[in-house]
């Protein structure tokens, strides 16, 4: 094992933590049309996903703590993106929560940020939901609780 790797695998108390080999994007959306859209575009990119129809589901599959990403429409029917925030601080979770809005607005965007988001998208821009993802992706590496996406897959990395 590289120190590198070791490095990753221990926190500050020298105990393992949560290191997972390959990356994990969870897509919260009660749209379908709109999930199929963001994965089939992350998958041209190699990044795969698993999808959540409601606030609930996603909140439970996020505290599974597989996922690095979650990638959320900021409102569904059953409640507000700022679930996954709170689960992600309540379990101690690192996963980074990415919206992705119907509008982009600068003001909601940078009250967004300030309440814990990664970032945020239009969902007309699709492909720089590539770009938000690799960086989030990179954010969870850095922090240690993601798989070096370099060693995963080049297209990540890139």
């Not at 500050?12 to 089939?40: F, M, Q, W, Y």
């Not at 129809?53 to 990638?71: D, L, N, T, Y």
């Not at 700022?82 to 929560?97: C, M, P």
Request: net charge neutral; charged share 25%.
């Amino acid at each position: 094992m590289n120190l590198a790797r070791r490095t990753l695998e221990q926190n500050r108390s020298g105990l393992p933590s949560k290191v997972h080999d390959e990356p994990r994007i969870l897509i919260v959306c009660d749209d379908n049309s709109e999930t199929a859209r963001l994965t089939a575009v992350l998958r041209s990119a190699g990044i795969f996903s698993d999808g959540a129809g409601s606030i609930a589901e996603g909140c439970e599959a996020a505290k599974s703590g597989r996922f690095q990403v979650v990638v959320s429409t900021p409102l569904l029917r059953d409640g507000s993106w700022r679930r996954l925030t709170d689960i992600a601080v309540h379990y101690g979770l690192g996963f980074e929560v990415v919206l992705w809005a119907p509008h982009y607005n600068f003001p909601e965007t940078a009250e967004a940020m300030k309440a814990g988001a990664f970032d945020v998208l239009s969902v007309r821009d699709l492909p720089k939901a590539i770009e938000a993802t690799r960086r989030a992706l990179w954010a969870a590496y850095l922090r240690g609780t993601g798989p070096d996406p370099s060693a995963i897959s080049p297209q990540i990395a890139a």
